[in-house]
Structure formats: C-alpha cells, structure tokens
C-alpha cells in the first residue's frame, strides 16, 4: 500500500482594527470515507476519495488547512506611536480517512490500515503544532516592537514582521514534510513491526 503524505493548505487574513481573543486558536476535524476489502483497493480509494490540494494539484490522504487572521490596534504615546494590543488568531481544519472494515477482511489488512491510518493522523496533527508554535511566536514578536514616530508608521513596521512570521511558517511546513517524505518508509515499517509485536504479545 502507498503511503502519501498529507499537505499543508495555507490560508492568510489580516484585519488590523478591532479587538480579538489572545492567541485564539480554533480546530476542527472532519473525514472522508474509505472503501474495499483489500490494500489494493483501499489504497486506490484514498487516492480517489482524498481531500484535493490546489497547491499540488493532487489529491492527499489528509490535509490541513491553516488560516492566521490577526486584530492589532496602535496607540499614541510620547515618542510617537506603538502596538496598543495584538491578538493573533489560527483557524485549522484538519481532514482525515475513515474506514469502516466490511465483514471477512482478513486480519492484515485491518492491521496495516491502522498503522497508515495513525500515521497520516500524526502528521497532520504536527502540520497544525506547528502552525500554533509560530502563531505564538509571531504574536509575540509583534508585541515586543518598538515604537515608531507615526502610527502609519507602526503599522508598516507590524506588516513586514507578519510577513517575515509566515513566511517562516510557511518554510517550517515544507521542511517538515521534505523530513516526512523521506521516512515514510522507514517509520511505517517501523510501526507495523511494533504494531505486529503488539498483537503476538496481546
């Protein structure tokens, strides 16, 4: 059976005015349902069924979609202008595969299945840690900026480090799945090996 990797959607909305819960971090997950009896064919089914990703014109078997939206308000003081409050938030909308075995599939294809299955789960599951590590950082380093002589000014200052955070995000993302990509083989075997003891020992 194949194992793809799952991909990172990205999703950016900048609203500089108004007033928004700290670091809010708001996630859901929805799946998709997978069908057979056979690796084979649960296996075509993922690649069919998958949720489809603009950005690689191909469909996962998971996916997650990242949104950083952000409310930054500025205030005067008497050297000019500084960040008054900045409230970042993250949207994450995770999509996983679901199988529900039919009757007489053999005991191997459900264990395997179970492997790819926590393994696609995992790794989306970082996708979105990710995301909130350096929604945190960001937020951070938005609030520590120092002052400007105009507020206009400020907020020019507040733009480029956002850009410079997601743009670092964005670099985190791909790096991780570079990493992933290259050990997928390694860490499935090395999981249905641990999995395959675990059913002997049980």
Avoid at 60 to 68: D, I, R
Wanted: glycine share 8%.
């Amino acid at each position: 059976m194949r194992a793809g990797m799952g991909s990172i959607v990205l999703g950016l909305a900048w609203l500089w005015t108004g007033v928004a819960i700290a670091g809010s971090v708001s996630q859901e997950t929805s799946y998709f349902a997978v069908r057979g009896s056979t690796l084979a064919e649960l296996d075509e089914d993922l690649n069919r069924q998958g949720p489809y990703v603009a950005e690689t014109g191909l469909r996962h078997p998971g996916a997650t979609e990242v949104k950083f939206d952000g409310k930054v308000t500025y205030k005067k003081i008497a050297k000019g202008c500084a960040v008054a409050r900045a409230n970042l938030g993250l949207t994450l909308h995770i999509t996983l595969p679901k199988w529900t075995p039919p009757k007489r599939v053999s005991p191997q294809t459900v264990l395997v299945w179970r492997t790819l299955e926590a393994d696609i789960k995992r790794h989306e599951n970082q996708h979105a840690a990710i995301a909130k590590t350096w929604l945190k950082r960001m937020e951070m380093a938005v609030r520590n900026l120092r002052t400007e002589r105009t507020c206009a000014e400020m907020e020019m200052h507040v733009n480029t480090v956002t850009q410079r955070y997601l743009a670092g995000h964005e670099r985190a993302q791909i790096e991780f799945d570079t990493i992933e990509g290259r050990e997928v083989n390694f860490r499935l075997r090395r999981a249905l090996d641990r999995n395959l003891r675990g059913e002997a020992d049980g």
